[in-house]
C-alpha cells in the first residue's frame, strides 16, 4: 500500500519528487520570508500545493504573490484582520493564515481558492523553514561569538611582559628589538584581525612559531621549543585559530607554574585520510578528571580556549574529531588535534 502526502492528489503515487521539491522550498526560505529566494519559495510552494495563486508576506507589509492574485480589496482585509488578531481568517476566495516562528508572529501565508487543510499544511512547511533558518542563523552566531571570545583571551600580562622585553633590548640589542616587534606585529594581527571562516595548517602554524618566538624572548632559557610539521598536512584547510590557543595553554599552564626550564613540541602529520596535530608539554600536568571537565567546559578560566576549540571542531567535523587530552599531575600534558584532511565545504 502506497501512502500519499497529504498536499498531493493521488495521481501522483511517487513521494520522492514530492519530497524534492518541499526540500527545495525549505531552503528558498532559509533566508526569511524578505530573503532573495523567497519569490522563489512562493512560486515552489504554489506548485506544490497545486493552488491558483499563493501569497507571502514578513511583518513589513511586502507582499511577494505567485500565480493568479486575489483581488486587492480582499487581500488588504485579510492581511490587515491577520496582523492585528495572529489568527486564520477566511474571506471569499481566499485563505490566510498566520506564521507563527517560535511562538512570535513572522509573517502571513495568503493561499487562492485553497482547501483549510491544504492551507495549514503550507503554513506548516513555511514555519518549519523558517524555524530551521534562524537555528542556522543562530548557530553561526554562537560560532563567531567563540571565535571573537578566544581573540579576547589574549593574556594582557603576556603582552606587558613581550612589549617590555622588546622596549628594553631598543638601546643594546635594536635589531633583536626589530625582530620581535615584526613578530608582535604578526602575532596581534592575526589573532585580532577578522579572517575568513577557515584557513590552513601552514598559517596556524606560522602564527605558532610567532607566539613561540615572543615567548622565548620573554621566558628566556625558560622554554625550549620544537616545531615540526610534514608537508602533506601544510595546505590541510582548518578552522581558524584552532592551534595557538593549544599553544598558550601549555606555556601559560604548564611550563610558567614551574621554576625550572621547560619543553615545548608542537607537531603536525598525515595519519592516513586525517591530519594529526599535538602540542606536547612537560610542564605541571593535572588530574585527568579536571582535563576532562575543562574540555566538557566545566573546567576553570584557564581551560577556555581548549573547551572552545573542541565545540567548534566537532561542530564542523564531526564526534570522531576534535581534540584529545593526555595528561597526569605532574607529568605533563599532551593535546591532539585530528580533523580530516579532506573535508567538503571546508576551504582556506
Known amino acids: 500500500m502506497t501512502t500519499r502526502l497529504p498536499w498531493r492528489p493521488a495521481a501522483s503515487a511517487d513521494p520522492v519528487p514530492v519530497l524534492a521539491a518541499a526540500q527545495r522550498v525549505s531552503d528558498d526560505l532559509m533566508d526569511g520570508l524578505a530573503g532573495p529566494r523567497a519569490r522563489h519559495a512562493a512560486h515552489g510552494l504554489r506548485r506544490l500545493f497545486d493552488v491558483p495563486g499563493l501569497g507571502l508576506t514578513d511583518l513589513s507589509g511586502s507582499l511577494i504573490w505567485s500565480g493568479r492574485p486575489a483581488a486587492d480589496d480582499v487581500v488588504i482585509a485579510a492581511l490587515d484582520e491577520v496582523l492585528h488578531s495572529e489568527t486564520p481568517v477566511s474571506e471569499p476566495g481566499l485563505l490566510a493564515l498566520p506564521l507563527h516562528v517560535h511562538d512570535e508572529l513572522a509573517g502571513v501565508l495568503l493561499v487562492a481558492d485553497g482547501k483549510n487543510a491544504l492551507a495549514r499544511q503550507a503554513a506548516e512547511l513555511v514555519v518549519h523553514a523558517l524555524e530551521r533558518g534562524r537555528l542556522e542563523a543562530s548557530a553561526e552566531q554562537a560560532a563567531e561569538a567563540e571565535l571573537r571570545a578566544l581573540r579576547a583571551e589574549i593574556s594582557p600580562h603576556f603582552v606587558y611582559n613581550a612589549l617590555t622585553v622588546i622596549s628594553s633590548l631598543v638601546r643594546s640589542d635594536p635589531d633583536r628589538a626589530r625582530d620581535l616587534m615584526l613578530d608582535f606585529a604578526e602575532y596581534t594581527r592575526y589573532s585580532l584581525a577578522r579572517h575568513g571562516e577557515y584557513t590552513m595548517v601552514a598559517e596556524e602554524f606560522r602564527a605558532i612559531e610567532t607566539y613561540l618566538a615572543l ?25 581558524y585559530l584552532v592551534l595557538e590557543p593549544l599553544v598558550e595553554n601549555a606555556i601559560r599552564h604548564g611550563i610558567e607554574p614551574r621554576a625550572e626550564a621547560g619543553f615545548i613540541q608542537v607537531q603536525g602529520m598525515a595519519e592516513g585520510n586525517d591530519c594529526v596535530i599535538s602540542v606536547e608539554d612537560d610542564g605541571v600536568g593535572m588530574d585527568p578528571a579536571r582535563a576532562a571537565a575543562i574540555l566538557a567546559g566545566r ?24 581534540l584529545t587530552v593526555e595528561t597526569e599531575a605532574g607529568a605533563g600534558t599532551r593535546v591532539v588535534v585530528r580533523v580530516p584532511r579532506f573535508q567538503p565545504g571546508v576551504l582556506p
Open 215 to 239: 615567548q622565548r624572548a620573554v621566558l628566556g632559557e625558560r622554554l625550549r621549543v620544537q616545531v615540526r610539521v610534514a608537508p602533506e598536512v601544510l595546505a590541510v584547510a582548518v578552522p
Open 299 to 322: 573546567g576553570d578560566d584557564g581551560g577556555v580556549g581548549l573547551a572552545n576549540v573542541d565545540r567548534r571542531l566537532r561542530s564542523v567535523y564531526g564526534p570522531w574529531y576534535g
